[in-house]
């Protein structure tokens, strides 16, 4: 089955950097879209990246462009969010998502979350 597991999320002070990873698993990896969203406490999930399965072209929110960068390993089934500058209202688990196809139906599949806090 399909799995998705993040990690590298943490405490950075504002400023800061981290990169946060998902390793995937349970389907054939370079062939999908991969997505990374944000969900802050009170406030709806959000869209934060997008990568096609070659890794161009790549998309994101407003809130973070020129200071997160999606990239994908496809030899190691990963995918990645380098984040920059990081700010207050970057706090939120972030979790990464890939619309799989399962027999005829698409299916989203969401890993477990990774949280990142931005705080002095």
């Known amino acids: 089955q399909v799995q998705l597991v993040e990690s590298g999320g943490g405490l950075v002070q504002p400023g800061g950097s981290l990169r946060l990873s998902c390793v995937a698993s349970?389907?054939?990896?370079?062939?999908?879209?991969m997505h990374w969203y944000r969900q802050a406490p009170g406030k709806e999930r959000e869209l934060v990246a997008t990568i096609t399965n070659t890794g161009l072209p790549t998309n994101y929110a407003d809130s973070v462009k020129g200071r997160f960068t999606i990239s994908r390993d496809n030899a190691k089934n990963t995918v990645y969010l380098q984040m920059n500058s990081l700010l207050p209202e970057d706090t939120a688990v972030y979790y990464c998502?890939?619309?799989?196809?399962?027999?005829?139906?698409?299916?989203?599949?969401w890993g477990q979350g990774t949280q990142v806090t931005v705080s002095s």
């Open positions: 349970g389907f054939i990896f370079s062939r999908y879209a």
């Open positions: 998502k890939a619309n799989v196809l399962t027999g005829r139906a698409v299916t989203a599949n």
